[in-house]
């Protein structure tokens, strides 16, 4: 019973170029929680998603950020044209419903590193 | 908002208790979560309470007052492998997301 699956682990990129982060959530779960962790500092909430749906995007960036997750595939972070600040861990977290009662459970986590 | 307060650091023996307490001002709430992250890897669920009380599992228990914003977790018969840090985390109303404290990095001594 796999658990919620992230690739890449690790990821460098140079200044200007995009990050591609994937997340498939654990099996029998349709929603799924973007979270980034910066060096020395707590979890912050990025996105929440439902198959072909952006729930709630508050945590976002409002550039250079997008967020998809289709019918079929995984869950795609996309940060374009990255720089030194979006070096960071980024945590993806599944559940079976949104809303109250449903424990979340997250990734390993995808590290990206701009150079 | 959101604001959510723990310790930025503790210390105890191997063997010992090390209670780790949270508060937290919400303009909702839907259910207090702990996780343990160590360094480098993913936060682990450690229990959840949505009610009043404490609720036990194994040598680790969390309590919740909703009345004060409060919430602790406490370990027992620490050992070694418990030095990591601990998320105390709170839900909003719809239930989207999850609101972290900055983490209490706890270490454990021989």
């Known amino acids: 019973n796999a658990g919620v699956m992230q690739n890449p682990r690790h990821l460098v990129r140079r200044r200007g170029q995009e990050a591609r982060l994937r997340c498939s959530p654990m099996?029998?779960?349709?929603?799924v929680y973007w979270y980034r962790q910066l060096p020395e500092e707590g979890l912050k909430f990025m996105v929440y998603l439902q198959k072909e749906n952006i729930i709630d995007e508050s945590g976002m960036p409002k550039e250079r950020f997008s967020a998809e997750f289709p019918k079929e595939g995984p869950s795609i972070l996309r940060i374009q044209q990255v720089v030194r600040g979006d070096s960071a861990a980024y945590f993806c977290?599944?559940?079976?419903?949104?809303?109250?009662?449903?424990?979340?459970?997250f990734g390993e986590g995808s590290w990206l590193t701009v150079v | 908002g959101q604001n959510i307060d723990q310790p930025t650091e503790m210390t105890a023996t191997e063997g010992a208790i090390v209670q780790i307490n949270c508060t937290y001002q919400?303009?909702?709430?839907?259910?207090l979560f702990w996780y343990q992250q160590h360094a480098g890897e993913a936060p682990t669920f450690l229990s959840y309470?949505?009610?009043?009380g404490l609720e036990e599992k194994g040598r680790f228990s969390s309590f919740l007052s909703r009345s004060k914003g409060y919430s602790y977790l406490l370990l027992k018969e620490l050992q070694m492998k418990d030095s990591a840090s601990y998320l105390c985390a709170v839900r909003d109303n719809a239930g989207n997301m999850l609101t972290f404290g900055g983490g209490t990095r706890l270490m454990v001594k021989p």
């Open positions: 977290a599944s559940s079976s419903a949104g809303g109250k009662g449903n424990t979340i459970y």
């Open positions: 099996k029998g779960h349709s929603h």
């Open positions: 309470n949505v009610l009043d």
């Open positions: 919400t303009s909702g709430f839907n259910g």
